[in-house]
């Protein structure tokens, strides 16, 4: 292979920054210049600029010419989609939403999976979050919540679980009201202004890890070895010390297809 990268490999999203990075300079200089908005990740470019549309057709034909590798395919109007958030101007008012490419599947991690319970409640409070960080109004929020409920519970998530991990989002962000038309706008916003908090180190000095080859007949091997241990070594001095279970991956074929380092 004499251009482009190798598909999957964990340096060619590198390479492509690298390469993206010197290739925009005149671009973000000449939107700075007209007070214009750019934004880029990867190869995807997002750009808000008051310009007429055939001036700005003009320009990226000329920004197609800066380098032969590179051709830039636009799409441009009152509404677009970045990434994974669509957005409408509507006589001048920002509306956002969510957007789920049409090869989108509603498939998550499946609840009866041996991974634990709070990376799965973790996986429906990010996807809340970003919900609300995304729809600019109360109904676009009610119905990508209710499209998330129908996908967890295609993949086996209980009603009380994700109910719990709904409200448990309010409470982390010490709103003690329930969303609604009035009150959606201010509290949005201050879950958006909210900083995220950085990771308090853990200190693993009484802990012990122990991983095992995953199995399906290990499926309930962690369980009975809390049991196990509880029985043995409840009263001994070592029983100060916490066991924690982890998976290894089957080294199959499939995961020798996908290893990438």
């Known amino acids: 292979q004499v251009r482009g990268g190798a598909m999957g490999s964990p340096l060619t999203l590198t ?50 010419h800066f380098d032969e590798n590179i051709k830039l395919s636009e799409n441009i109007g009152s509404t677009t989609d970045f990434l994974d958030l669509h957005m409408e101007n509507q006589d001048g008012q920002l509306i956002t939403t969510v957007y789920q490419k049409p090869s989108y599947e509603p498939y998550y991690l499946p609840f009866n999976s041996v991974h634990p319970l709070h990376m799965k409640k973790n996986i429906i409070f990010t996807m809340v979050l970003r919900i609300i960080r995304y729809c600019s109004s109360f109904q676009a929020y009610l119905d990508e919540r209710e499209r998330l409920r129908l996908a967890l519970l295609f993949n086996k998530y209980p009603n009380k679980i994700i109910e719990e991990c709904f409200n448990y989002l309010l409470l982390k962000y010490k709103i003690d009201q329930p969303l609604n038309f009035n009150n959606y706008n201010s509290i949005r916003q201050k879950i958006i202004e909210t900083p995220i908090k950085e990771k308090i180190p853990v200190d693993y000095g009484k802990t012990m890890f122990i991983h095992f080859t995953y199995c399906l007949s290990m499926k309930t091997f962690p369980k009975k070895f809390h049991v196990l241990w509880d029985k043995y070594f409840g009263e001994s001095p070592i029983n100060e010390v916490l066991p924690v279970l982890g998976t290894r991956n089957v080294k199959n074929l499939q995961w020798q297809l996908t290893y990438t380092r």
Do not use: T
């Not at 210049?33 to 190869?43: A, F």
């Open 15 to 64: 390479v492509a920054n690298c390469y993206m990075f010197f290739y925009e300079q005149q671009i973000i200089k000449q939107i700075n210049n007209s007070d214009g908005l750019y934004v880029r990740y990867i190869d995807d470019i997002f750009i808000a600029i008051n310009w007429p549309a055939r001036h700005l057709f003009e320009q990226i034909d000329r920004w197609n």
